[in-house]
């Protein structure tokens, strides 16, 4: 919109560089172009303006399918008015000399226009397509469509008006017809969801399985491995009581031997000393029978006053006395014969 102000019974216009600004003076042309400022006479001036600038449509509309199935589009088309001489010539983009604002709604018919248009061209596309195929290549198809048929619309060009892009946003059908067809894919999903569960589940009890089969093929090893080593073990202590038998049987075998050699030993030591004994025994008393009776009284008196103990004094009575000097006078002419 324009900015225009008041002074002195004159106004003062200033416009936007996207805006462009036709001012008529007495039916002629005085100012064409857009970004303008200028003076100008309420009385005797006839303006336009006409927006150059991209502008975006959007819109949304209902359709029927090839199925008789309502959906709904919702598209956005860009648009710039290249020519504002036609434009203007064909729309009513005047303003207000005192306001700037547009006397009529120039860009109102534009926009009834394009909708107009690309619902047409959308209808035409959707008429003749099924709802499944509308809602998976449906938004391809209708932007080429409406592309196409903006393009060669005559209209837009004698107006001045030129398409600059279309973009299909969405193609909706209605909210039951949408859970409807939503329904066999969230079926697919939850059956695949339960499938991935159960194969889960299969996996886990497999697993188990092994695990168990695992753990008993253990426990049947370490059996057999108990086995053989109770086995082994009575083996050693066979082993080791037959080793011990034999050692206790070489061990009872030496000290008989050494037994009996210790009692040969000593026999033939008893032999040979009781030999020696007798021998001397012998000489002993072959010794004596050769000696005279006094010599034997001499060494039995000996022997005895060997065995006797020590006397460090005798006293001997007169008596005693007489009678002993009377045997041993008695005894020395015997021991002279």
Same mark, same amino acid.
């Given at each position: 919109m324009a900015d225009i102000t008041r002074r002195f019974g004159r106004r003062h216009l200033r416009s936007a560089p996207t805006a462009h600004i036709r001012h008529h003076k007495r039916g002629r042309l005085a100012h064409d172009g857009?970004? %303008?400022s200028f003076w100008f006479r309420p009385l005797s001036a006839a303006i336009s303006e006409v927006p150059v600038n991209d502008r975006e449509l959007a819109t949304a509309f209902h359709a029927r399918t090839a199925d008789f199935q309502d959906v709904t589009v919702q598209a956005t088309v860009t648009y710039r008015i290249s020519d504002p001489a036609e434009a203007a010539a064909r729309l009513d983009f005047s303003v207000d000399p005192d306001t700037g604002v547009w006397r009529g709604a120039p860009l109102e018919?534009?926009?009834? %226009?394009?909708?107009?248009t690309a619902q047409q061209h959308t209808l035409d596309a959707l008429a003749r397509t099924p709802l499944a195929v509308a809602l998976v290549d449906g938004v391809a198809t209708v932007r080429e469509r409406v592309a196409t048929g903006l393009a060669a619309e005559p209209r837009l060009p004698a107006t001045g008006i030129d398409v600059v892009a279309v973009r299909v946003v969405a193609i909706r059908p209605e909210a039951e017809v949408e859970r409807a067809l939503r329904t066999p894919a969230r079926e697919q999903i939850q059956q695949d969801a339960d499938r991935a569960v159960y194969e889960r589940r299969a996996v886990a009890v497999e697993r188990e399985r092994a695990i168990a089969e695992n753990e008993l093929a253990s426990k049947i090893e370490l059996a057999r491995r108990e086995e053989q080593l109770v086995d082994r073990r009575g083996i050693n202590a066979r082993r080791e009581?037959?080793?011990?038998a034999a050692a206790d049987t070489v061990r009872t075998e030496a000290e008989a031997g050494r037994t009996v050699r210790l009692a040969r030993a000593e026999a033939e030591a008893a032999r040979d000393i009781g030999a020696a004994r007798a021998e001397a025994q012998a000489a002993w008393l072959r010794v004596h029978s050769e000696a005279d009776a006094g010599t034997l009284h001499a060494l039995a008196a000996t022997r005895v006053a060997e065995n006797l103990p020590r006397i460090?004094?005798?006293?001997?009575?007169?008596d005693v006395l007489t009678g002993l000097l009377a045997r041993l006078g008695r005894a020395e002419p015997g021991a002279g014969a």
């Open positions: 857009p970004g %303008l018919q534009i926009a009834t %226009l394009l909708t107009e009581a037959e080793e011990k460090d004094s005798l006293t001997l009575s007169p």
